[in-house]
């Protein structure tokens, strides 16, 4: 996947400014796919100059003009050829995973303190997922929502970052426990 497909897919949700495209990839393209806001409008700027989408400038008083960008019938063309492509498999890359590797070798105490940190943040992360939810599906219940909600993709996409947080909260919570029980049983701690 591109990171023009992630940009594509976001401004499904309507019309976006730079900004606000930023502001969607923090909140929930984030779970899948990760871009700095430079990154994002330089990829803006290309998907314009390709015709796969468009943009028009809002004339701002007191304040720099913004542009919103919408996806063109030739960018939604885009990403249903991007779906019917084969996707390769989901991979893990984590410098996180490689210090727990070597952990029999080395001092322990900073590895814990990261263990902790990144449990703390998939844990914010979880519940900023789960309000994302609640807002989605508003009064009705999960199985509601995805029966009948017009669009249910940022939906499931949502799910999956709550679940994959879910388990980064729960394996960092478990290596320190592995970590510390060690450190006891040898008398380090």
């Not at 900004?19 to 994002?40: E, I, T």
């Not at 390769?88 to 902790?116: I, N, Y």
């Amino acid at each position: 996947m591109a990171l023009r497909h992630a940009v594509l897919a976001a401004l499904l949700e309507g019309e976006l400014s730079g900004y606000q495209l930023a502001k969607a990839f923090d909140a929930g393209v984030a779970n899948f796919w990760h871009a700095r806001p430079q990154q994002l409008y330089a990829e803006l700027k290309r998907l314009e100059s390709q015709g796969l989408v468009t943009g028009r400038e809002i004339v701002q008083h007191n304040r720099p003009n913004k542009r919103l960008f919408t996806v063109s019938p030739a960018g939604v063309e885009e990403l249903r050829s991007f779906t019917r492509s084969a996707s390769g498999p989901s991979a893990v890359r984590d410098d996180l995973l490689v210090k727990v590797q070597a952990c029999d070798h080395v001092e322990t105490g900073a590895l814990l303190e990261e263990l902790g940190e990144r449990a703390e943040l998939a844990r914010t992360k979880v519940e900023l997922f789960e309000s994302l939810l609640a807002a989605m599906r508003g009064e009705r219940s999960e199985e509601e929502h995805l029966a009948r909600a017009e669009r249910v993709g940022p939906y499931l996409t949502c799910l999956r970052g709550r679940a994959f947080e879910q388990g980064n909260q729960q394996w960092c919570e478990r290596v320190m426990g592995v970590l510390r029980a060690r450190q006891e049983g040898r008398g380090d701690g």
